[in-house]
């Protein structure tokens, strides 16, 4: 059975730092890209960050909006993602999703989290 | 960048009868490989999202066929033939065909 566990979340101040994990189990880890997204409270979703299996690369892609801020990267021995989160700040506060890019064929997200939040508030 | 549009933002609807959304692109999704990577997903309050479609009208796996997905270039729509109440939540539609992945605004379904 596919799944995907955050970790992480939690209360930081404005200007801190906090990084998220992202532990699958069920599939072979280095096989999938993988996505971070998240989820203002009462608000629609957003893709944060995507990074690329090592055999495409293993490079990164992010929004506008936390480029220069958020660092995504992989451990594929221990088949966690992270979402390093620098320069915090209070519209960045939301549930943070970790999901899997099914597959390169079809470019779709098809297992995901439960979700993890971040508050960012002084 | 791509924004995608959704329209009803709202949608109630009787059990039983059918409920259709639209999703707009404001430029066309055909990537290089031929093919259109759109999405619908759904969530039910206080839940993950859930993928139901991808490439535009592929079904994905245990999603019942009452969901049926169809469109090209900009235009896109999903449709559940008869809505049962579990299919209350909110319905996104997902482009995936470049960077940065966008999604739609949100249909919420509710049973009226």
């Known amino acids: 059975e596919v799944q995907v566990v955050e970790s992480g979340g939690g209360l930081v101040q404005p200007g801190g730092s906090l990084r998220l994990s992202c532990t699958v189990s069920?599939?072979?880890?280095?096989?999938?890209?993988m996505s971070w997204f998240r989820q203002a409270p009462g608000k629609g979703l957003e893709w944060v960050a995507f990074?690329?299996?090592?055999?495409?690369?293993?490079?990164?892609e992010y929004a506008a909006s936390v480029k220069g801020r958020f660092i995504i990267s992989r451990d594929d021995s221990k088949s966690i993602a992270y979402l390093q989160m620098h320069s915090l700040k209070t519209e960045d506060t939301a549930v943070y999703y970790c999901s899997r890019e099914g597959s390169i064929a079809g470019r779709y997200y098809d297992s995901w989290g439960q979700g993890t939040l971040v508050t960012v508030s002084s | 960048d791509i924004v995608l549009t959704q329209t009803p933002l709202s949608s109630p609807v009787a059990l039983g009868q059918p409920a259709s959304i639209s999703c707009t692109s404001s430029?066309?999704?055909?990537?290089?490989?031929?093919?259109?990577?759109l999405s619908w997903l759904h969530q039910r309050p206080g839940q993950p999202p859930r993928l139901l479609i991808y490439k535009i009208s592929d079904r994905f796996s245990g999603v019942p066929d009452r969901f049926s997905g169809s469109g090209a270039g900009t235009d896109f729509t999903l449709k559940i033939s008869r809505v049962e109440a579990e299919d209350v939540g909110v319905y996104y539609c997902?482009?995936?065909?470049?960077?940065?992945?966008?999604f739609g605004q949100g249909t919420k379904v509710e049973i009226k």
């Open positions: 990074i690329r299996r090592k055999d495409y690369g293993g490079t990164a």
């Open positions: 430029q066309g999704l055909v990537f290089s490989d031929g093919n259109t990577y």
């Open positions: 997902m482009q995936t065909t470049q960077f940065p992945h966008a």
């Open positions: 069920g599939f072979t880890f280095r096989d999938h890209a």
